[in-house]
């Protein structure tokens, strides 16, 4: 069974990165191509027979891979401040320089921008439509801000038009039965990665195996391939012993650091346990609806980031609790404002620890050491 | 009722707001752009202030409400889109509804549909006053004019046009002409050491001026929230409209047309929208052959670096 699940997660991954570096000496792509932020809705892009990728996913991989330093530096000779995303600058640097890890992800045809992660996202998809002078989307997604008919009726005119827009960029028909096809398949990986994540901490399993497989939610939600692999591994889980592990239980609240090979600072941690994290719950969202359009909007308009400071504290600390932490990790992230304020309510001790997902060399390890023997010291008294 | 507003997004026509020019008691937030971290201070202090009313077009502005949700005062996010189609202007007029019925149920009022029209007028009157100054900008002290303009957005609307009006024509000593990009220029003081410095200010997009002056008339149509909302985004565009091509395009042709002779890009740190600007800027100026210098500070009242940085500038011009 083990072997399954690697050769799915094999799968899939080559059937992402085939077409890096592959199109750079002027061959022709077979199908369109788009560049999304994390939440857009591509079950619309899937259906129309667009190809699309994940510039912040890439941006994750080349820290992985010890990469990101000289493309940060890059960025900011391209006049991109290093105050900015990390992701952005990481990227800026990989289509300036036509360098990665694992190649370039081919030119695109289209950007699809979202804000409803953050409002960054969209000011950085204007700089790469400046670079490659290709159509820019924006979508807005209101979130909670406004009355729910007001936001659906937005936000279904813009994926209507959305629809439009592709269908004359690529001349293909949509298909709302496709697409509800393939809803129903993100309903599946999500609702498998659901049983992986209730589970996960009460078994020998480090977060640094979600950290990483939640990457198939990202890229691949929609495909039937994704279910089946989360299906297997949450099975493979089930059939694990329960863990016999010791450590005080702790919430990881913030993005995982890809440049660490554990993607989080294990070796600082002594006498902690992660039993959960938030990021891992960020692409669980809600397809429900009576049609297409009211499922991408529930979907796409109330993701975690999107949603109001009470809602996020209510949502934040259900998943606390269901973890048994008693205290919390939280990061303040350089490259990400709006992930470190979601934490700003949540009533267990936690340590704040000025870090950067991306850029290995913004963490003072020394100031973080000692925050983390404060809280181990609050916790013992 | 004394709301605080922060945006050039937020419709006038709607109620008096005080517009946020500065802030210079306690900071209490440093790692968000420091307008809008000044802006959480001052309606957190000041108990002359009852109420916020703030945009959420950025990631600072977005994370305001979580800072300020305990003051017990007024707080109202204007849904403010990051497009400009009709799509959106739809979207905007109803946002601007729902403000008002926010305003009405706290502040128990009752806003008429010719109060929002006679305060449109009051609008168009007042941005009329500033784009003509605005297209005679060389015949002005920059900084002289902002802070009357940033005088008058306190005021209410009625009181805001004969504000702008007083504004007299004193002519530059500069020679350098220059362009000025960036978000509210808080601190005039900046304003006045670019003409020090030797500069004639002859253009800007900034959202008190350059911005101001470009913004349509609200027409009195049948559905004047829809007009407001045009009229609002339809204006010169901020980045957070996201179209920094056309942004880009229009600052360059006013260039032109304005011989310009050097670019003041002016933001606060942290600010993304116009740091991610900056980068495709800093290359459109490069690749017209126009000097660029960028100032970044870190709070509304931060112009210590201004000095040197300018007269180095002002010497290679």
Redesign the interface.
Known sequence: MAQSIIKLQASLMKDYYKNFSKFLRGKTPETKIAWVTSFAPVEILEAMGISYYYPESYAAVIAASEKEQPLLAVSED????C???SY?CCI?GCVQLQEGPRGVPPKPDILI?T?NQ???L??????L??RYDVP?I?L?Y?GE???RG?AM??VT??HK?LIEELSRLTGNEFSAERTEELIQNSRKSIAEWKRIVETWSRHDIEPTSLFDDISFLITSRCKPETAELYSMMADQISEMPETTKEGIPVFWTGYPLWYHPDRYLRPLMDGFRVVGSNYITWWIIDYSGKDIFEQLFNAYNYTFLNL???TRNKQLGDVIRRSGAVCAITL?NKSC??D??SA?DIDIPQAEIEIDMIDRTFTDEKKAVAQLDILRETLCR | MKLLSMSGFIPEPICDTVRFTHYSGSRNISHYCGYASDFISQVMSDDSIDGAVFPHTCDSSRIMKSYMSDSGKFMYQMNVPIRGDDIAVRFFAESIKDYQRHVEEYYSVAISQDEIKERSELVNRRNAAVRELYNDLASVSYAQYLEQIHKALCLPLAEQTACISGVKKAGSRGTKRAFVVGSFLSDTDIAAKIEEYGFVVVGDDLPESGRLSSRPEVTPETDIYASIARSILHSRISPTQNDFSGLIRRDLDEMKQRDVQAVLFISQKYCEPYEYLYSVYKKAMNEAGIPILKLSFTNSEDSQKADLLLESFADTI
Do not use: G
Request: charged letters at 25%; proline letters at 5%; one cysteine or more.
């Open positions: 391209q006049f991109l401040s105050d900015c995303c952005s800026e921008a804000n953050c409002s960054t969209p000011n950085w998809w204007n700089i439509a400046k820019l924006v807005d209101p801000r406004i009355d007001v009726e937005y005119a813009q038009k109001s400071q009470q303040h404002k709006c470190f304020v700003r």
